[in-house]
Every structure is written in C-alpha cells, then in structure tokens.
C-alpha cells in the first residue's frame, strides 16, 4: 500500500495521559499536514510540514500539542495531558510541493476517558 | 478570511437521477478548489480539483464540478448517482495568501436510494 497510513487506527487514554499518533506519508510527498475533526464537521487545520520544517501551527494547537518530522519522512503528533475534549479523529495527508491536493491516511480516532 | 459553505447538510436522490452537491467560497485573488469524500470511519479521498483552465472539471467515479466565479460556486455534480456513492462530501479551498492549507466545509451527506 503506497498511501498515507496513520498508526493507531483507535485509542482510547484516560483524561491527563499522554498520546503519540504517527503517520507515514507517500514516500515521495514533502508536504504533511495534520487535521483535526469531530462529529458533524470538517477537517480543521492543525499543522503542516515542508521536509523536516514546521511551517504553520494553528491556533487551534495549544501548547500541550507538539508534531514534528524527523528528517523529513514520518511525522508524530504527541497530546500532553489529554482533556476530553481532545476527542476527535487526527487526519494526516501529505502532497507534492508542485501540487496542490492532498491525500489523507484513515485518520486516528481519540477518545478521551 | 477564507471559508467555504456547503448550505445543505444532507442531499437525498433516487439512484440513476442526476446529483448536485452545493459549495461556495469565499478567498481573495484566484480560488484553488478541492472536492473529497469520506466514507464510514475512513480518511478523505481526493475527487477533483479546479485550480485554472475550463470551469468545467472532471473526477473520479464520473464526478464533475463547475466553477462559477461570478457566484463563487463550485458545485459537484454527476449525471446518474449509484447507491455506493452515498457519503459524506466536503468541498475545500486554498488561498495562496493564505498559505498551504485547505479549508474545509461542514460537510453534505448525500443519500442515493434505490
């Protein structure tokens, strides 16, 4: 399978436990983005990637959230301290820097206990 | 800011009747505009796109979308709908002076009876 792929698929954590989510992008794609989204809504902006660099974070990610990229290949995105309302589906996608659309893995699904 | 607004939550159709699902956007300077599809506990899958060219755009599984600057639409469309293309659909937009993200709408439920 040459898509994005995104590991768990599922976790369930208690309120104020850490969570790492990885993604694994389309081997040639320098671009990576993570998204949020919940029941009912569309995807919101997290944060992107250009290689290893962190481009844009949004408001959005406080400060108990960290992504990074590690030598421009596979990213994680770490939840410090875990609230309920964190409890969402965290897509990843990346694409090619000449193009403009990007293909998502099947996301994360967090639920906070 | 930009933003995108799908103005129908849901859209019920008969299967072999045409469909048109709704989106129109808001961006300053020239509009790149996205489709996806999400079904059941899955990622986004990428149906078309517009960025220049013919208002007219196809996509996969006989999609199209038309764009319409003047009303700052771009709605997806498909001649004959099938019960499997029931999903959720978003429509996206990207501003370059925005930077690289999409921005995405609430979403339009498509429903294809039999």
């Not at chain 2, 300053?28 to 899958?45: D, E, K």
Request: glycine share 8%; hydrophobic share 30%; net charge positive.
């Amino acid at each position: 399978d040459t898509g994005v792929s995104q590991d768990p698929r599922h976790k369930i954590t208690k309120r104020g436990q850490n969570v790492t989510f990885r993604c694994d992008p389309i081997s040639e794609h320098n671009r990576l983005y993570w998204y949020r989204q919940t029941l009912g809504q569309g995807p919101e902006f997290l944060t992107y990637f250009q290689n290893e660099a962190q481009l844009e974070k949004s408001r959005l990610l406080s400060d108990r959230f960290s992504a990074e990229r590690p030598k421009g290949s596979f990213s994680t995105l770490e939840i410090q301290r875990t609230e309920q309302g964190d409890s969402a589906m965290y897509l990843c996608a990346s694409s090619l820097q000449t193009h403009y659309e990007a293909f998502f893995g099947q996301g994360t699904r967090l639920t906070v206990v | 800011a930009q933003s995108v607004a799908q103005p129908e939550d849901q859209v019920n159709v008969a299967e072999g009747n045409p469909l048109t699902v709704k989106c129109t956007y808001s961006v300053s300077g020239n509009p790149y505009l996205f489709w996806y599809v999400q079904y059941p506990n899955r990622g986004l899958q990428f149906l078309l796109k517009y960025i220049t060219g013919d208002n007219l755009v196809k996509g996969s599984y006989g999609f199209e979308a038309e764009f319409n600057k003047s009303q700052t639409s771009f709605h997806l469309k498909k001649p004959s709908a099938l019960v499997s293309d029931s999903a959720l659909y978003f429509c996206a937009v990207r501003g370059l002076e925005y930077g690289n993200k999409l921005v995405f709408g609430a979403g339009t439920i498509l429903r294809v009876k039999s």
